[in-house]
């Protein structure tokens, strides 16, 4: 059981607009930043989005994330086939003093 | 371009202790505004935070695993290394080194990781 809250599974076709949600508590989205990552079969996690919102050099701005209150999204525009990969979501929980993931979404172009 | 490179046994007896290192290059362990910390990921299943280190050795671990693990860093050879005792079954995963920005801005270098399985 995560500590943060995703859904299982998304999908979208190609072009189409997708978000992906992430629920925390006061102890971690509602008092830190979020992070997510994208995860290609086979390869290692890849920050995509740092402190809510922010894009790492090289991510394109087809992904965007937000914050409100103890809940966070990941939107992804003109969707494409190379997305297709699992996403996480993850903060820092200051009643555990550690990083805490959400159990991350399937993302399927359809 | 920093890289992280982990490196240890891929197979651990039950009731032993897991030991891994990651290796830096192309940048300083001793970088300010930096920790060092290992996640896993069993087969099939999502990310879990394992702990953290600074270089000067601050260290931070997920509470269910803290009893058993051990994050320890050698400026002098660019690395920290992972030790998680009382291995079972469950420890079984993909262990992966990653930097941290100023510990809450997520793990931006990532190692390629390392399958560890658990079995006699």
């Known amino acids: 059981q995560s500590v943060l809250t995703q859904p299982p599974s998304a999908s979208g076709t190609p072009g189409q607009r997708v978000t992906i949600s992430c629920s925390g508590s006061s102890s971690n989205i509602g008092s830190n930043t979020v992070n997510w990552y994208q995860q290609l079969p086979g390869t290692a996690p890849k920050l995509l989005i740092y402190s809510n919102n922010q894009r790492p050099s090289g991510v394109p701005d087809r992904f965007s994330g937000s914050k409100s209150g103890t809940s966070a999204s990941l939107a992804i525009s003109g969707l494409q086939s190379e997305d297709e990969a699992d996403y996480y979501c993850a903060a820092w929980d200051d009643s555990l003093n550690g990083e805490v993931f959400g159990g991350g979404t399937k993302l399927t172009v359809l | 371009q920093l890289q992280l490179q982990e490196s240890g046994p891929g197979l651990v007896k039950p009731s032993e202790t897991l030991s891994l290192t990651c290796t830096v290059s192309g940048g300083s362990i001793s970088s300010s505004s930096y920790y060092w910390g290992w996640i896993r990921q069993p087969p099939g299943k999502g990310l879990e935070w394992i702990g953290s280190i600074y270089y000067s050795g601050i260290t931070y671990y997920n509470p269910s695993l803290k009893s058993r693990v051990t994050i320890s860093v050698d400026t002098s050879k660019n690395q920290f290394s992972l030790k998680l005792s009382s291995v079972t079954a469950a420890d079984t995963a993909v262990y992966y080194c990653?930097?941290?920005?100023?510990?809450?801005?997520?793990?931006?270098?990532w190692g390629q990781g390392t399958l560890v399985t658990v079995s006699s």
């Open positions: 990653a930097r941290q920005q100023q510990l809450v801005q997520g793990e931006d270098y």
